[in-house]
């Protein structure tokens, strides 16, 4: 394995989608803003979906399979983004503050 | 060679073509660490919108290398058009006057744990890929744009249908959600 190889090596993409993935959950449970958490939570999406591309450009029977799943993660991360970002709205009208420590009428 | 599932074992040196493809490689996965690096620890929601968007320039770059340009359009389109300027918008929408929020969480353990959780899950998955013998099939179909709409509109019709009522179900969600409240 040599450094300007590594682009043909499987080990190399999912390491980075592991890295994605450390760095998604760190922003998840570190961030004080619903926003924040959501940049974050797209993080981890984008590492599943490389991991899944990996897959399948090195050891699936059919290439199109894995594209065609990643698609499916973009159109569900889409949807996820938009109702995210329209409750951030709704919380912000209601609250003045997008402050996770802020929302806690439920809290005893 | 089991536990390492390289395609070539070159040794290309910087100066040929598959050097210089290296080195761009490398170029990317800087991209995505540093994105990532800035989505995460930014203090400002602004800059971590930026980084966000760097970090999905770098992963379609990553899609190309893995030889489907057709999936790293659709994720400078998605991602980088859509979904990063729909953050924008949140942040230009429902930020205080001030713009950051200074201070941490009021439990003062949970940066140092989330780090400890991320770092902890980072060293796990890359013990878990590099150790494992991944089994590797032999190719069947191509990956050209001709076989993939023939798949997604063949055996993956039924999920192609599904995925479509979701969306339409999340655009009348997030203006049900978006409009509630204004008079």
Same mark, same amino acid.
């Given at each position: 394995m040599h450094l300007l190889n %590594?682009?043909?090596? %499987?080990n190399t993409y999912l390491v980075v989608g592991a890295l994605l993935f450390g760095f998604g959950i760190y922003g998840l449970v570190s961030r004080r803003t619903i926003i924040g958490m959501l940049i974050s939570s797209e993080l981890v999406l984008a590492a599943a979906s490389v991991n899944f591309m990996a897959f399948n450009r090195f050891?699936? /029977?059919? /290439?199109?399979v894995g594209q065609i799943f990643t698609l499916f993660i973009m159109a569900i991360a889409a949807a996820e983004a938009a109702i995210a970002v329209s409750i951030v709205i709704a919380v912000y009208r209601n609250y003045k503050s997008i402050d996770t420590e802020d929302i806690v009428d439920l809290h005893g | 060679m089991q536990e390492f599932i390289c395609q070539t074992s070159a040794n290309p040196s910087l100066f040929s073509a598959e050097g210089f493809v290296g080195l761009i490689f490398l170029v990317t996965i800087g991209l995505i660490v540093a994105g990532a690096l800035v989505a995460t620890c930014a203090r400002r929601l602004v800059r971590s919108v930026a980084g966000l968007a760097l970090c999905f320039t770098g992963v379609a770059g990553m899609y190309y290398f893995l030889l489907a340009p057709f999936v790293a359009m659709m994720q400078m389109l998605i991602?980088?058009?859509a979904v990063a300027i729909l953050i924008a918008f949140a942040i230009m929408m429902a930020?205080? !006057? !001030?713009g950051d929020l200074p201070? =941490? =969480?009021? $439990?003062?353990l949970a940066g140092p744990l989330g780090f400890a959780t991320g770092a902890l899950l980072f060293a796990a998955l890359t013990v878990l890929a590099i150790r494992t013998p991944w089994q590797v099939f032999p190719r !069947?179909? $191509?990956?050209d744009m001709k076989h993939i709409g023939t798949v997604l509109l063949t055996s993956h019709s039924m999920v192609f249908e599904l995925i479509s009522i979701v969306l339409l179900i999340a655009i009348i969600g997030a203006l049900v959600l978006a409009r509630r409240g204004r008079n």
């Open positions: %590594l682009y043909n090596c %499987l050891t699936a /029977p059919d /290439p199109a | 991602y980088v058009g930020t205080p !006057e !001030e201070g =941490r =969480r009021i $439990s003062a !069947e179909g $191509s990956a």
